[in-house]
């Protein structure tokens, strides 16, 4: 089902990453735009661009005291992070690395971001950059449980861990039809690991822009950057997981895989920009409480079901 | 190839260990050895298992963030801004230390390791799991169930307020008296 | 033409700017966040992130140590902005886009800023000082004397917590200078861990010579001294002041495309719009926001203030009348806003003792805003610091109110 690795594919990977980031970033213009009502143009999309240039000709910021190694390790960890976890996600039907764990590879370079956003936290020795280091490991023990369980449903079905097992799986009906709240849970994990809106109480406007308080240049630039790259490998590892991978009539299995990507983070940035943000006290009960407990009857729905023999 | 690649995770390892008690920054000691402890994880996965490899990595990533909050938030002077030690006790630690270390390298010399007989399986994930759940299926499920028991009741003994502070002396207020709401409007 | 210069053509392209409001100029910052608006110019929230300092109305003694402080923390490339009048905020931004583009005067912005901001001013100045960002450099009145302070930052020192704890003690002032924040406005809290075990209130004093009459209040003010005002201008002053705060608590709990669709609604009634063109679009934010399960869910419980607190407090507005949490408060801005819209064709004239401005009657002084601000140091103490910009947006006191000369009302 899924070609080994071509060479190239090792540099196509990022590329296509950044291209799919760019997509939603633009999205995301237009959506404000509408809400600013503000005329909607060609530019529109590509205005957020001008944030590189002007983030990379911005000075880097010197505080008293800082710990400059763990700043800098922590701020780089993020989109490295982020590009890592496309290593095991299928495109049509090739991919980077087609690990026998692809899964639990997915899901450890989505944890990493937990020590590189502390790091970035910590590093520069202020209050509320600290608080939002503090924010966002609270907010990883409230969604990453249910977000385990939420990857393992379909593993569990596929009764594989390596990613292309799990597309290939789907052939009569895509996962995200009998395991809805899995796929809900997902996608609600994916927004928590990329701290992108309702998930944004790591960077609240409550704690002076948290853990981007007190980043400017480059160190910002990597951070806003790794948010998006996050949300885009979230979305791309969402379609092998529940969508069926690159699997459709007519067209190629890549455009597929492009055009259920680009569904999946229309609707995260739609829903990004509908509600406000969650504060991780009350997140982490309704996390522990609720959907722990759902997700786990989530996952004895697929056992019951490969244990009767359905396959 | 398979040596290189040995010799790159296990020199910071080392590396990574030894910094931990170099380091007067709780934070950077931390994450030394998280640094250390994923190079591990790594030569896992050089043994050909993958999954606890990833797996060593996935926890240990999340354990020492978990331990840095504890370390800073009751340590004095966490940063390091000041100069100290991390080393207690440091030739009894010094001797132990030693000895530990003596004893597995010469085990591994010393060991008469089994000839592999047969090829290693294409996917190692389903042998780890039968060895480990197969015939012990319910050891793994008590030993589950007690470090949970033994988590949640710590916890309870820790905490000053019971249900009482909570609910008044008839269990009979609702909503709970707390000193931050939760979510779920317990 | 070299590369930094086309980096900085993108720069002034779509600079973020840090709009500083000085107390008593609500019309200037209404006209900036119009004009950032409608040019897609994005609102820094701190000054790392910030290009264009827009500092609105006139020089205000007290905040000029604050202000300077923002100054030094802004990376280059860098620019201050000054706009007296809502008229000069477009000429403004505009003189700010084109010295962000100027490489010769950024590169000596660049070698005059690399000193650290913190350590020319002692690295622990008084809390007055304290720029948004809340460093942890400003810790002050805490242990630690004699012993050597590693980068001039003192220990913390210890204290008993809630849980019956020996915790560090941290103390972060908030303000005077915060985006969405009323500004002047400075509590100095000692945290332990999350929570806020102790707040002090310091507000600015009122100004000599006073300054112009609070933009909120303006019509009652007028009627007050005798001139001739329709009910409907009042109604439609005090809709938008609603609106306004509605504005800045969707900003500061996180929900940015509400917040932008509150001043969108707030700037189409100051402009004039009439009632058929501005409810529709009004009463969907008002049904979206009001019904949120999501936003009750998040704040309930948080700052709850009874109505004989608040007016013992003296406080007299719609935060008296709603008797209860932060939702209640929101949600009765809502209620009273749509309420308001109903009446902007009433010719009837003013009557200031009948009707009352957003933020409660006039009534001599104090201030209703004063009111507010008094009421937060009990409502914040136990507190956990994620709460208390929630519960100081969901009172949102009117800078204008302090530093303006008290109105005497029609009743005295």
Redesign the interface.
Known sequence: MVDAAPWWAVVTAPVLLAAFALCAIGYDAV???R????PIRMT?PA?PL??V??L??????????P?A??WR?GVITVPVAAVLSTAVIPFGHVVVAD???GV??F??ME??T??GL??AG?GP???????GG??Y?AQ??AY?LPLMFALMTPAIRAQ???VGDIAAAQSQVWFAVWMPVAFVVYLAGVLAFSFLG?F??PV??????GL??????VD?LLLSAGRWLLLAAGSAMAVPLFLGGGAGPVLPAWTWSAIKTLAVLALLVWVR???????A??????AW??LIPLTVLQALVPALVVLGGGR | MEMAVFWVLAVPALAGGVLVFRCGSMARATFALLSSLICVGGEVVLLGLPYLGVVIILMMVMEMVVMAVFMIAYMMNPAGLTPMSMVHNKRGSAVISVAVFVALAAGIFLVPWPRRAGSPPPDTTFQVGVSLMGGQMLTMITLGFVLLATMVGATVLATRRGRYDRFGDDLDRRPAHDPAGGGVGR | MDLTAVLLKAVAARPRVLVTTLPGATPVRLAAERHLRSRDLPRAVTPADADVLLVAGTHDPGLEAALERLWQDMPAPRFRAHAASAGDVAAAIETACSHLADPSEQRAHERGGRSLPGEDQGGHDAPDHASPEGRAGDHSGQGGGGMAMPAGLPMAAQGPDRDGLMLDQLHVALGPLLADWPEGLILRLTLQGDVIQRAELSLPAPRRPPSAVPFWTEPWARAAAGEQVHAAEAARRRAAGHLDSMGRFLAVAGWQAAATTARRLRDELLGGAGAASVRPAAERFARQVGRSRTLSWLTRGLGRLSSADAVAAGIRGPAARADGDVPARYRLWLTAALEDLDRLEDRRLLDPAREEPPRGRLGGPPSPSTGLAGALPRLLEGAELGAARLIVASLDPDPDEWVAQPVESAHG
Do not use: H, K
């Not at chain 1, 920009?273 to 504060?279: A, G, N, W």
């Open positions: 959506l404000a735009a809400e600013a009502a503000r529109t205005r001008l944030e240039p002007r990379l000709v911005s000075q880097p910021r010197r505080l008293p005291a710990d190694l763990l390790t690990l026998p764990v639990v590879w899901n450890a944890v990493l937990w020590a502390w790091m910590w020795n202020a209050v509320f950059s600290l608080v503090y924010r490991v990883g023990l990453e594989s861990l390596r309702p944004s109480y609240g406007q409550d704690i002076a822009g981007l308080g007190e980043a400017s240049g910002r920009r509908r509600l406000p943000v969650i504060r006290d009350r997140y982490v009960e309704l409480v609720v």
